[in-house]
């Protein structure tokens, strides 16, 4: 069982925009401004897309974006492209003593 | 750019050791702002941090509670390179592993992935 919370499957329409949950506690999520989304497609290793909980790598599509209430976290993609389809983790730093935190991931349909 | 480049076996029998091996290009394993991981991924447990290992005027290693008594993660300056070594495994070890650098919950540079199955 993933320390957070993430839903198993999310979906839409290309073009359409979609949001990712990822809930953790006020030890985690709520109590640092670290959390980090990946996105993953088949046989290929996470790639990071946003870090700092808003925070886009240089070369990440301005479609992908991400903010943070209390203990949720969320990704959203907007104007949905074929090429989103995979799956999507978040992961928050929680301490020194509770070091690598991961959400259990969303699969992301592109219908 | 960083680059991350492991080997080692895909195959490890029970009661083994798995040994993995991470390259690093474009940053240095003694980097005072780097960390160092072994990330390992399966249907089960999903995505799990192993441990890590960085340099601040000394080395320090950090282990996750459930491989602690198992686990130990190297770094090879000359070679510039850092290494997992698990023992004891059973085939719930079996699981794609990755090293990426990062901290904070940040891991901005991943390795290939080694797909390791334990089994005789």
């Known amino acids: 069982q993933s320390a957070l919370t993430q839903p198993p499957s999310a979906s839409g329409s290309p073009g359409q925009s979609v949001t990712i949950s990822c809930t953790g506690t006020?030890?985690?999520?709520?109590?640092?401004?670290?959390v980090s989304w990946y996105q993953q497609h088949p046989g290929k290793a996470p790639k990071l897309i946003i870090f700092?909980?808003?925070k886009r790598p240089s070369g990440v599509p301005g479609r992908f974006s991400g903010s943070k209430s209390g203990n949720t976290a969320s990704l959203t993609v907007s104007g949905l492209q074929p090429e989103d389809e995979a799956d999507y983790y978040c992961?928050?730093?929680?301490?020194?003593?509770?070091?690598?935190?991961f959400g259990g991931g969303t699969k992301l349909t592109v219908l | 750019q960083v680059k991350l480049q492991q080997s080692g076996p895909g195959l490890v029998k029970p009661s083994q050791t798995l040994s993995l091996i991470c390259d690093i290009s474009?940053?240095?394993?003694?980097?005072?702002?780097?960390?160092w991981n072994w990330i390992r991924q399966s249907p089960s447990r999903g995505l799990e941090w192993l441990g890590r290992?960085?340099?601040?005027?000394?080395?320090?290693?950090d282990y996750a509670a459930s491989v602690k008594s198992r686990i130990i993660i190297n770094s090879d300056t000359s070679a510039n390179q850092f290494s997992l070594q698990l023992t004891s495994v059973t085939p719930e070890d079996s699981a794609l592993y990755f090293c990426?650098?990062?901290?904070?919950?940040?891991?901005?540079?991943w390795g290939q992935g080694t797909l390791v199955t334990v089994s005789s």
């Open positions: 700092e909980v808003t």
């Open positions: 992961s928050s730093y929680a301490g020194s003593n509770n070091l690598g935190m």
């Open positions: 990426a650098r990062g901290v904070l919950g940040l891991y901005d540079f």
């Open positions: 006020s030890e985690d999520v709520g109590a640092y401004n670290y």
């Open positions: 290992t960085y340099y601040r005027t000394r080395w320090y290693n």
């Open positions: 474009g940053d240095s394993v003694s980097s005072y702002s780097a960390a």
